[in-house]
């Protein structure tokens, strides 16, 4: 059987399963029962998924099976043994600045490749995503979220903060004053405020969601993946850009894509 076949997965191991059909990938937390809680190894194997994702794939799904997308961090994290084999939060905080900082970046790594220029990548969300469950939804670039949909941050209410990437594109799809408030207060966000606040870019009942995100891909999919890339490279930069960097890089994006389309390209 191929490796391909969506039926074989890639990769199946510490609650994370990579399968791919076609020009999507679909990752999916795989430990219901404790509501697809987040640990180490499980960021290392969501990172290696990014990696051994095939030259084909254009859109990557991230979804949870059971009633939760992601409960977020595994509450094992907080006794003072930590996980098995890993550096406790006793460790890292007595341990060097530099050492502390190298293991957070290292986790980090789960939640970035989600923001590639050649994929599109969407989350699945129903139920809980909280803390890091939260800011795996925000690593992508669409949420498509069921109608039991429960965002939260709840780092700041343990003496921590958001580590895992996600306080950008909070701040940028809800605005600082309310990511602000999401972040400090650790309330939770119901999926008719996620939508209406750019959280979520679709609302479903949660018997609709896997449906809607296949929808949703195959529009995705319509688009030469070329002009898709270059199209969202454009977005990623635009924030950061003033108007007339902005023109000059629509310029250019335009020209690479006339000459692909003249057989004059690289």
């Keep these: 059987m191929a490796a391909t076949d969506p039926a074989t997965p890639l990769l199946d191991q510490d609650g994370v399963r990579l399968t791919v059909d076609g020009a999507t990938a679909t990752v999916t937390l795989t430990n219901p029962a404790k509501r697809n809680a987040q640990s180490p190894a499980l960021w290392r194997s969501l990172a290696e998924a990014g990696r051994l994702l095939p030259g ?107 580590d895992l990437t996600g306080t950008q594109p909070l701040v940028h799809l809800v605005g600082y004053a309310r990511a602000l408030e999401i972040c400090a207060t650790g309330r939770f966000v119901h999926a008719e405020e996620a939508e209406r606040s750019g959280l979520a870019n679709l609302v479903v009942p949660a018997e609709q969601l896997d449906a809607a995100v296949a929808d949703l891909a195959a529009a995705l999919l319509a688009a030469p993946r070329d002009a898709v890339v270059e199209t969202k490279a454009l977005l990623q930069g635009a924030v950061g850009r003033g108007l007339d960097e902005q023109r000059a890089a629509e310029r250019a994006a335009q020209g690479r894509r006339l000459r692909d389309l003249v057989g004059q390209g690289d």
């Design 56 to 162: 084909s794939v254009r859109i990557a799904v991230i979804r949870g099976e059971g009633k939760s997308f992601s409960a977020g961090l595994d509450r094992q994290a907080f006794t003072p043994e930590g996980f098995e084999g890993e550096p406790s939060f006793v460790d890292m905080g007595k341990g060097p600045a530099e050492e502390m900082d190298a293991i957070i970046a290292s986790y980090q790594e789960a939640f970035t490749w989600w923001r590639r220029s050649d994929l599109i990548t969407i989350a699945a969300v129903q139920g809980h995503a909280i803390g890091a469950g939260f800011q795996l939804a925000l690593a992508c670039d669409l949420r498509v979220v069921a109608e039991d949909v429960q965002f939260a941050m709840r780092e700041t209410s343990l003496g921590l903060v958001p």
